[in-house]
């Protein structure tokens, strides 16, 4: 596939993605084992609290149009400034709903003046996110360089900052408890880096955001379509981050609200390394997008080859990721973080587990934009997040964190394989998907 047509540009993206996902990748680790040296495992379980509850929220600021902002624009080219004023319009009251969702529910729940002072903070950071539509841009033109290079001041910026905190710490100047809300503000600084950095590079490759226009049609337009992204999006995110809230709320009731933090900074450490090596996926993903869009307006049967292709691609790297990491977690956690944080290490080994689905998963995500089959992502995506809110409640009682794992992979298992099932649209590429994963190794060249 990669050898095709375009192949020049979805290499050069994928290498300079690859680049800024290594960097960041080593920059996160780096500043993560500090931060969480200094903090211990009990504040920092409340800092990931906090971060895990806006997490609930995170949908609303992207309003689900990220996908379909790409594909339309590769599409329609000639309606870029429509494109990206409208959706940084979108984004904005997404935003700002989010704000308000995220501290109301913070409220409601009675947490203490300090966490909701996180989540305000946290969530608020996100008011920025709007001129992120400059990266949907810049891959729709598999001009992955510009955007790199943006993503990489921020993480020099915002590891900066929390190095400064640490420096802080260490020499008597904060105590960990009083840098709690400092690390919170650093969501905001390198939110408004990544937003200068991607200005500075759009108009350095030509563009003007001053030229952005939003306008009511584009917006219907685009909430039409987006609306079940959004859903799904939602669902994802709390898929993805209740486990951190549960695991806080269910075990203060039998082991008090400190134990209940640090089970959630034990977590945390173990689900930030799993995401910080998730980026060949991403990197895949991302890079290959516009290339299948192409393919489906050629041929069906270049489509349907380029899809099956990145199916491989999806298993090859979670074996080759996957199974080293599941037996080297225990010592790798307790090399970097200390024994303090031992007990990530066998969750960060169950973890790589749930690679596989999440692999697979992003790799389905092409076939269901380019279908729009939105509302059936809708449909999997909420059965996914309510089996993993179910059983999350039968498993963190009995295995507390461990319990999380397991209750993800069960969810994961219903939405990205189960349910296809009993969808007759989705079989065939259910079947492509299993023959991606039992063939993976038999790469040919799509033509």
Known sequence: ???????????????????????????????????????????????????????????????????ILVRDLVKHPEKRNELLGTGAMIKLFGAILMVICATLGAILKDMDGLTVALIVVISSAELLRPFTVIDHWFMAEMKARRSAIAQIVQAVASSSA???????????????QGALIWFAWVYVIENTVLAAAYL??????????????????????????????LIYGMALYIQARID???????????????????????????????????????????????????????????????????????FLTFLAMGIPLYLIAEPLIT????????????????????????????????????????????????????????VNWLMIPLYASKGAIIATMISFTMH????????????????????GIFTFWRFHRAT
């Open 162 to 176: 929390k190095f400064a905190l640490v420096g802080a710490m260490h020499f008597g100047y904060l105590t960990p």
């Open 200 to 229: 500075i590079v759009f108009a350095r490759a030509g563009g003007n955001w001053r030229e952005w226009r939003s306008t009511g049609p584009m917006v219907r337009y685009l909430l039409r379509e987006s609306w079940p992204m």
């Open 244 to 314: 951190q809230v549960m695991i806080k709320d269910i075990l203060t009731q039998s082991k008090g609200e400190d134990a209940a933090f640090a089970e959630v900074g034990q977590y945390s450490v173990a689900l930030r390394m799993i995401e910080a090596l998730s980026f060949p996926t991403v990197i895949l993903v991302k890079s290959l997008a516009p290339a299948i869009t192409k393919a489906r307006e050629r041929s069906q049967a270049l489509y349907k080859d380029r899809l099956l292709n990145q199916y491989r691609l999806m």
């Open 1 to 67: 596939m990669i050898r095709s047509e375009g192949s020049r540009n979805i290499i050069t993206g994928l290498s300079w993605l690859f680049v800024e996902r290594v960097l960041r990748l080593g920059v996160v680790l780096v500043t993560g084992i500090y931060v969480a040296r200094y903090l211990g495992d009990t504040i920092f379980g409340h800092l990931n609290y906090a971060t895990g509850f806006v997490g609930l929220f995170f949908a609303l600021g992207s309003a689900g149009i990220d996908d």
């Open 335 to 390: 090399f970097f973080f200390g024994e303090e944080f031992r007990p990530a290490g066998f969750l960060l080994a169950l973890f790589s587990i749930r690679l596989f689905f999440t692999n697979m998963g992003m790799g389905k995500g092409s076939f269901i934009v380019n279908e729009s089959l939105f509302k059936y992502s809708l449909l999997t995506a909420v059965v996914g997040a309510t089996t993993n809110i179910a």
């Open 416 to 435: 990205i394989f189960v349910i296809d099932l009993f969808v007759p649209r989705m079989r065939e590429n259910l079947g492509l998907m299993m023959k």
